[in-house]
């Protein structure tokens, strides 16, 4: 049985939300400008979000600078592991030639992108769709507020210490360089929604597409991942950190298709996917253990052993209970989740999974075995 998100705990308290990066480069844009219409700054800024409401954000800083006016904000993520949480978004702001409109630029801190497949051209600044619209808005308003008709302005986002955060992010593998991305379509961060995980996968998919990767693999875990990439020696982009997001992962490919994708994985997560789970969270899908004990007896184990599995606490314990039919049992799991899969996503893609155990040593895979693995398609290989 699924275990209850946090939420929905009797007396835990309710996460709180915070704001993008977007919605605080907005509002730090929206004073910047303000200090350099009106030569005040305002002590809080509002800013339209894009699914409506406002949202109200106190300023770190604003104040005129050479060429124009600068303004700060403190990235408040709420309760959201966010990597930005309390980093300094800086806007400045500097008056255009007329007819210009807004022009945007990266400052410190924040990335260039350099692949295609992303919703900005290689070469521009890494200042999303969402955020920018969020921006001209904001200085729309201030614009209107003090009696101005259009807009031409110079806009550069930084974030100090940005290109240190964005190591711990996938813009590298996306193709975005120097540092962070400005992000947000709703301008709120949801605690725990996963949806920057989420919008990872699908501009991972786009990137690898639009750079000619025929070939991509999702892993579950950093193990299986490197293991993975080793045994086909592909690039970074064309992993997909896909972690337990399975089924995301199989609809977003089925409607952007690439010729072949490998799922990769231990054999705990793919013993779930073998038996119809498309989530592999721990919290929201169990190993169904009497089943797999079924499984151990179609692959020919003994009586005990299928008995003994069938009360294990575990996936790697029935592994363990059988270890002369282990090869077997994780080939049949191979193949039951690569037919789990490959219905997901119909006959265009041509699915194959391999199974890692928790060093990194190939367990199964479906298909022919690569070259150098012995006759049960085993290879040591190293996670680092």
Not at 364 to 380: N, S
């Amino acid at each position: 049985m699924a275990v209850d998100d946090d939420a929905a705990v009797p007396g835990r308290r309710a996460l709180r939300s915070g704001w993008t990066t977007g919605t605080c480069a907005a509002a730090a844009a929206a004073a910047a400008f303000q200090v350099l219409l009106t030569g005040r700054a305002p002590a809080c800024v509002a800013v339209r979000l894009p699914r409506g409401g406002e949202a109200r954000l106190p300023l770190a800083r604003a104040e005129r600078c050479a060429g124009g006016a600068v303004a700060a904000v403190i990235k408040d993520a709420g309760d959201d592991p966010d990597v930005t949480h309390g980093a300094e978004i800086v806007v400045t702001v500097a008056v255009a030639p007329a007819g210009t409109g807004v022009v945007f630029r990266a400052g410190e801190g924040v990335g260039t992108v350099t692949r295609p497949g992303l919703p900005l051209e290689p070469g521009e600044p890494a200042i999303n769709p969402g955020p920018r619209a969020m921006i001209r808005d904001a200085l729309a308003g201030v614009a209107a507020a003090a009696g101005c008709q259009n807009v031409d302005a110079v806009v550069t986002v930084a974030v100090p210490g940005g290109e240190a955060l964005a190591a711990k992010t996938l813009n590298g593998r996306l193709g975005v360089v120097g540092g962070l991305s400005i992000l947000g379509t709703t301008g709120v961060v949801v605690p725990f929604s996963c949806a920057a995980w989420i919008h990872s996968i699908h501009r991972g998919i786009d990137v690898a597409r639009a750079t000619g990767h025929r070939h991509l693999i999702g892993a579950t875990g950093s193990t299986s991942e490197a293991a993975a990439q080793k045994l086909f020696g592909l690039p970074d982009v064309a992993l997909i950190d896909m972690g337990d997001f399975v089924g995301g992962t199989l609809k977003y490919l089925r409607r952007h298709a690439v010729p072949r994708f490998t799922i990769a994985g231990g054999f705990g997560k793919l013993v779930k996917l073998a038996q119809g789970e498309l989530f592999l969270h721990s919290a929201k899908s169990k190993v169904d253990i009497p089943r797999l004990a079924e499984w151990l007896a179609a692959v020919g184990a003994p009586a005990e052993q299928v008995a003994a599995a069938k009360t294990a606490a575990s996936a790697a314990e029935v592994l363990r209970t059988s270890a002369a039919m282990s090869a077997a049992l994780a080939n049949l799991v191979a193949h039951r989740a690569a037919a789990v899969a490959q219905a997901q996503v119909g006959d265009e893609i041509a699915i194959d999974v391999v199974v890692f155990d928790r060093q990194g040593r190939l367990l199964a895979q479906t298909g022919e075995p690569p070259d150098g693995c012995d006759a049960g398609g085993r290879q040591p290989i190293s996670p680092n």
